[in-house]
């Protein structure tokens, strides 16, 4: 059971560059997150999705934007890579609250270290 | 908005001493709260989940409580030990977001010193 996986685990971007971030998971669970961890700033929401087709944004969706065409794979992308933009994403999955009786933890991948230069 | 805080940020200890992880939230109108471990450079590994209708959970050495009416969970760890050495992250589901969204402190950095 692979659980949650990202990839790449590592990039270096130059500014400007554009690049996707691709999480899978394969528990079948209905809701999945993108995160971002900075110094001092812990783990801020960037986008999410409730169920396959759907996406909102969370605390800090500027600069990003995602898909999830399929209920397994939710993707991130970057359009115009900024300096700001270095950080360390991670990809998270749970199933839904309104599921019966499930575990509802939510599982995290070993995240993708990103830098823009 | 819900804000969720961990006190302190940082904690150094003997190795075998029981300690106490503190974490707090404005908004009590949560669905479940839970704790997980971040190793250096490493993902989130889940420890334990506290449904809003329970008090407490175990597991091993782990210990973690829920008061939702005061806003406060706390983590138990019993004989700590170097390997329990980690950031320790917790999270509450606010039914402000119809539990869709999880809401992060900004983690506990543990050493266990041998």
């Known amino acids: 059971n692979a659980g949650v996986t990202q990839t790449p685990k590592f990039r270096v971007l130059k500014t400007g560059q554009s690049m996707t971030l691709l999480c899978a998971q394969d528990?079948?669970?209905?809701?999945m997150y993108w995160y971002r961890q900075d110094p001092g700033m812990g783990l801020r929401l960037i986008h999410y999705?409730?169920?396959?087709?759907?996406?909102a944004k969370g605390e800090v969706p500027d600069g990003y934007n995602v898909s999830r065409l399929k209920k397994q794979n939710f993707l991130l992308g970057l359009e115009s890579a900024a300096p700001s933009q270095t950080s360390v994403y991670f990809c998270?999955?749970?199933?839904?609250?309104?599921?019966?009786?499930?575990?509802?933890?939510?599982?995290f991948g070993q995240g993708t270290r990103l830098t823009v230069v | 908005k819900q804000e969720v805080t961990q006190i302190p940020a940082a904690l150094s200890v003997p190795e075998g001493e029981n300690l106490v992880l503190n974490c707090s939230f404005t908004d009590s109108a949560i669905y479940n709260l839970q704790w997980f471990r971040q190793d250096p450079g490493k993902g989130l590994t889940s420890l334990l989940l506290?449904?809003?209708?329970?008090r407490e959970q175990t597991s091993g050495r782990l210990n973690a409580s829920l008061d939702k009416s005061s806003g406060r969970s706390t983590l138990y760890i019993a004989a700590s030990q170097p390997g329990d050495s980690a950031t320790y992250l917790c999270?509450?589901?606010?039914?402000?977001?119809?539990?869709?969204?999880?809401?992060f402190g900004e983690g506990t950095q543990l050493t266990v010193n041998p």
């Open positions: 999270a509450v589901r606010p039914k402000e977001t119809s539990g869709s969204r999880l809401t």
């Open positions: 528990m079948n669970h209905e809701y």
């Open positions: 999705s409730v169920g396959e087709g759907t996406t």
């Open positions: 998270a999955s749970s199933y839904s609250l309104w599921s019966a009786d499930v575990n509802t933890e939510a599982f």
């Open positions: 506290i449904q809003s209708s329970q």
